[in-house]
């Protein structure tokens, strides 16, 4: 069965610190992987998604088939990088819909 | 562009009774999710409609159904409220594009079922 799983509910770094939000899944195939962030007062919004291989706001996330990861990184914190972060699954297995996992709340500590 | 919109954005209702939820997608996209959100988990998906037909379904039970419109907007109906459907409902709209393409979301509607 597919999932996603974060195990950290809760995140704190302080700024300029590096971050590491993590993501496992499970999936039977080749998974669509995506960073999802929910800043305050805003709407969920696309962050980054593995195939394109970019680097968002200076997030970064790799995909690593052999541990079924996706985990989120970035060198350095900002303050602004504080919100809501859901890692998100797709792919034909799940008849495109979207698997997320339950979140991991970023704060970035001045 | 207003990316997409929900409404209403709140809404109070007491268990056993109908409600129906409105969403308009994002200009060019095609294909309307919908997901409900609990509080401290992340959004699950209820079910998505494309060319006017329900394409996939989540776990859900049959109190759920919808409605997509010629226009791509949709309609979420809930059914014989019970306590637990209170939750925040996500529309999410996409282009069908044969794969997972990324979900827009809307500011969601908050349902309270007292």
């Known amino acids: 069965a597919q999932r996603v799983t974060q195990p950290e509910k809760l995140l704190s770094v302080f700024k300029g610190a590096p971050v590491e939000l993590k993501c496992n899944y499970s999936?039977?195939?080749?998974?669509?992987l995506f960073w999802y962030v929910q800043y305050s007062r805003q709407r969920l919004q696309l962050l980054l998604r593995?195939?394109s291989r970019e680097s968002i706001k200076g997030f970064t996330a790799d995909l690593n088939k052999g541990e079924t990861s996706f985990h989120l990184k970035k060198p350095f914190a900002q303050e602004e990088d504080s919100a809501m972060y859901y890692c998100?699954?797709?792919?034909?297995?799940?008849?495109?819909?979207?698997?997320f996992g339950t979140g991991t709340s970023l704060t970035v500590i001045p | 562009d207003a990316g997409v919109t929900q409404s209403p954005t709140h809404l109070i209702k007491t268990r056993g009774q109908q409600v129906t939820l409105r969403c308009s997608p994002k200009?060019?996209?095609?294909?309307v999710s919908w997901y409900q959100q609990a509080l401290g988990q992340g959004p699950q998906f209820i079910f998505q409609?494309?060319?006017?037909?329900?394409?996939q379904r989540g776990n859900f039970p049959d109190r759920f159904s919808g409605h997509q419109f010629p226009n791509y907007s949709s309609e979420l109906n809930v059914n014989a409220l019970l306590l637990g459907d209170s939750a925040l409902y996500l529309c999410?709209?996409?282009?069908?594009?044969?794969?997972?393409?990324?979900?827009?979301f809307g500011n969601g509607t908050r349902l309270t079922v007292t």
């Open positions: 999410a709209s996409s282009l069908d594009a044969g794969r997972a393409s990324p979900l827009h």
């Open positions: 999936y039977s195939g080749s998974p669509e």
């Open positions: 593995h195939i």
């Open positions: 998100a699954l797709s792919g034909p297995n799940t008849g495109n819909q979207f698997y």
């Open positions: 200009s060019g996209h095609d294909t």
């Open positions: 409609y494309y060319e006017e037909e329900e394409r």
